[in-house]
């Protein structure tokens, strides 16, 4: 049977390229700054006929400040440095909608109610959809810098909540979570000797 990659011929048409970066703050916080890029690599036409050439069409950044536990979006911002159309950066206050929802189970609920259809930017709301796992990421690898105190429990561990049943491997009766509460037996043995 032919996999899809075999049925890939030539070079790509079109590339979309997110990156996210995260940068420690004091007190807790940290800010992450996302990129998302969309590049043409063939010429084309517009719905009126006019061509068009390779080119990037989109370039665009959201930068949010988060912290506290929950984790929650304390401030945003958006910049567009290359868009199709002129009024395409009349869209980049509508990040502020966003600020103070929390990066918790519903967060892309929320992040859609606000900035979905009309209320923003389709593209921004990718790139923020995409931001917040990446924000816990980068929140999680600021804080494992510091030695923490070694749980007794699940609920011990920060952000456990939001990992368990996020995919098939953490499951609540998963292989993950079964190691973990495997190792917290053995820790508590040895804490109690």
Not at 7 to 18: K, M, N
Not at 138 to 159: C, F, H, V
Not at 180 to 193: C, D, E, F, G, M
Request: glycine share 6%; with cysteine.
């Amino acid at each position: 049977m032919s996999k899809l990659k075999d049925l890939i011929r030539g070079t790509h048409v079109h590339e979309r390229i997110l990156t996210f970066k995260t940068y420690p703050l004091e007190h807790d916080r940290v800010i992450v700054e996302g990129w998302l890029r969309d590049e043409r690599f063939v010429s084309g036409f517009h719905w009126d006929g006019r061509s068009r050439e390779p080119d990037v069409i989109h370039r665009m950044c959201v930068r949010l400040l988060v912290g506290g536990w929950p984790l929650s979006i304390l401030d945003a911002e958006a910049e567009m440095p290359d868009v199709p159309h002129e009024l395409c950066p009349t869209t980049l206050k509508s990040i502020k909608k966003i600020i103070n929802v929390d990066i918790i189970s519903g967060y892309n609920k929320e992040i859609k109610k606000r900035l979905q259809g009309v209320n923003g930017c389709a593209h921004l709301m990718h790139l923020v959809l995409a931001m917040g796992p990446a924000a816990l990421h980068g929140y999680w690898t600021q804080r494992s810098r510091k030695r923490a105190d070694k749980p007794r429990s699940l609920d011990e561990i920060q952000g456990m909540s939001l990992l368990i049943d996020s995919c098939r491997l953490w499951k609540e009766d998963g292989p993950i979570i079964m190691e973990i509460r495997k190792s917290l037996k053995k820790l508590a043995k040895v804490n109690s000797t």
